[in-house]
């Protein structure tokens, strides 16, 4: 190797460098921003190609004892916790216990009377149920705490009617992934809790993640984030349970399946990795699950099994989910063409989304800030 060659070398590999480098100051500047106006606390991981290029903590963590975040610190995922319902569905279609043009009624005959919907609808919200929460909010005794299983005898008892023909339109469902759950246990014969902790949790090694209902069976766990809302009268932060407008925290902490799910952004990275391979299920088995779903009308919807997909000039194929509850919100996106990873976990419910944000950063795209910063 020439003296000049070597020369030339060094200056390409020090130039990449740099220009990485510039774009980690760049998202640390953009979250600087973000946190210093108090629109960010939580845990931002950003990795390419399973590589953290960028990970960092922000804020509180329990505002009783001023414990800080820390990239291990644990967050209500919320709504993403739906992409482990769709897995554990689908490790249970390859063992053979079940399948997904199933009808739902075969595990549920309580609810015989839905009989067009199908694991396959429940899972890309295709199946017209109508909103559980808004139902429940009506009829239930909020004194108590619900479970799966009063969803399904309220359901029985009052049938409510679809709002379309199964397989006709697309409609975001918590009500199905919670049927989702309740399916998983009838065709493992296993909780919820414990399918998810054996068949994915365990075999990825994410020891910090698990299924908890913190109001229905409380525990010690160390090094957990309590969610948050900011009282503009009080000018501090409470948790949603002292708040009358988000009880809801409390009365439908027992129901699994379109949350609940808990975890940090080091295990999510995890999770990442484990989703380019065959791992968990075979690799035909994860292109279902990041295929948009079809109408019956031949239009294809931005979902798939427990995750929404986008398609860009830019960027590829994003598959991506929020959550967001009282107290979390949360975010993970994945760029599958291009092996690009954001993963953003936040105790404050007013907060920002930073994540498309830091897209921009990555494709050297001009950086809009989110709305609501000045």
């Given at each position: 190797?020439?003296?000049r060659?070597?020369s030339?070398?060094?200056l390409?590999v020090?130039?990449?460098a740099?220009?990485a480098q510039?774009k980690v100051?760049?998202i ?9 106006k ?12 399973g590589k ?6 922000f ?6 004892t ?8 644990i ?8 992409q482990?319902?769709?897995?554990a569905?689908?490790?249970l279609?390859e063992q053979g ?5 199933d009808?739902?009624?075969?595990y549920?005959?309580k609810?015989s009377?839905?009989?067009?919907i ?6 890309n919200?295709?199946?017209?149920l109508p ?15 619900a ?12 049938k ?20 989702l759950a309740s ?6 014969g296993?909780s919820?809790?414990n399918f998810?902790k054996k ?9 910090r993640?698990f299924?908890?209902?913190r109001?229905l069976?409380p525990?010690?766990?160390n090094?957990?984030a309590f969610?948050?809302i ?5 000018a501090?932060y409470?948790l949603?349970?002292s708040?009358?407008k988000?009880k809801?925290v409390?009365?439908?902490?027992g ?6 799910v808990?975890s940090?952004?080091?295990d999510l990275?995890?999770?990442d990795?484990a989703?380019y ?19 019956s009308?031949?239009t294809l ?18 598959v ?5 509850w ?12 291009n ?5 953003v976990?936040q ?11 830091i ?16």
């Open positions: 190797m020439t003296l060659f070597l030339i070398l060094v390409f020090l130039g990449r740099s220009f510039t100051n760049k640390d500047s953009l979250l600087g921003l973000l946190y210093g108090g629109k960010l606390n939580g845990n931002v991981l950003v990795a390419e190609k953290i290029t960028y990970l960092k903590s804020g509180i963590a329990n505002e009783s001023g414990e800080k975040v820390n990239e291990n610190t967050f209500e995922l919320a709504s993403c916790s739906k482990f319902t769709a897995m569905i689908m490790i279609k216990k079940l399948r997904l043009d009808p739902m009624s075969r549920l005959p609810l009377f839905y009989d067009k199908t694991i396959r609808n429940l899972l919200h295709t199946g017209g909103d559980y929460l808004s139902i429940m909010d009506t009829v239930f005794d909020k004194h108590k705490i479970v799966n299983d009063d969803i399904i005898d309220i359901f029985a008892r009052i409510p009617a679809l709002e379309f023909s199964p397989g006709t339109q697309f409609s975001y469902s918590n009500t199905g992934y919670a049927i399916i998983i246990e009838i065709a493992s296993e919820y809790a998810l068949n994915i949790f365990e075999p990825l090694d994410m020891q993640t299924v908890y209902n109001r069976h525990q010690k766990i090094n957990y969610g948050y900011y009282s503009k009268y009080l501090k409470l949603p349970d708040i009358e988000a809801v409390y009365w439908l902490d129901v699994v399946g379109d949350g609940t808990n940090t952004v080091i990275l995890k999770w990795r989703l391979t065959g791992k968990l299920i075979s690799k035909s088995g994860i292109q279902m699950m990041f295929s948009p779903a079809r109408l009308n031949g919807t931005k979902y798939g099994f427990g995750w929404k997909i986008e398609q860009h000039a830019d960027y590829g194929k994003l991506r989910h929020s959550g967001g009282p107290g979390y919100k949360s975010d993970i996106e994945r760029h599958i063409d092996d690009k990873t954001i993963i976990l105790n404050h419910y007013d907060a920002e989304e930073p994540t498309k944000a897209r921009s950063i990555l494709y050297d795209q001009p950086v809009a800030l989110p709305s609501r910063i000045p």
